[in-house]
């Protein structure tokens, strides 16, 4: 555990590779976190269901899958679950049942 934090070549800020390139370059947390938000609604949007074929209500996304971290405790995996549904996504699985 002590490696993980205690590591000169650990990374300490975000990396971004563009499309099509080989090249990776450190970019800003603001940046990062408003182009994943950025993009999770693109797709949440291109994709959601609001009505079944029954005209039944699910509010849901099946673009989207999580995988939940094993290292989360269990506060931190029910509200990262809460999270995901709020997004309507259909598709969440945790590392602790694989």
């Known amino acids: ?7 000169e070549n ?4 975000p990396m ?4 099509y390139t080989d090249k990776w370059h450190a970019v800003s947390w603001d940046w990062a976190l408003g182009k994943i938000a950025h993009r999770v609604k693109e797709t949440r949007d291109a994709s959601f269901t609001a009505k079944n074929d ?4 699910v509010n849901r996304t099946t673009a ?3 995988v939940g971290s ?4 269990n506060e931190e995996c029910w509200t990262y679950q809460a999270l995901m549904r ?7 699985e ?3 049942r694989i």
């Open 10 to 13: 650990r990374l300490t800020q």
């Open 16 to 19: 971004y590779r563009a499309p």
């Open 54 to 57: 029954k005209g039944q209500v």
């Open 86 to 92: 709020a997004l309507g996504l259909v598709y969440i």
């Open 64 to 66: 989207i899958a999580s």
């Open 70 to 73: 094993a290292a989360m405790d």
């Open 94 to 96: 945790h590392q602790a």
């Open 1 to 7: 555990m002590k490696q993980l934090v205690e590591n």
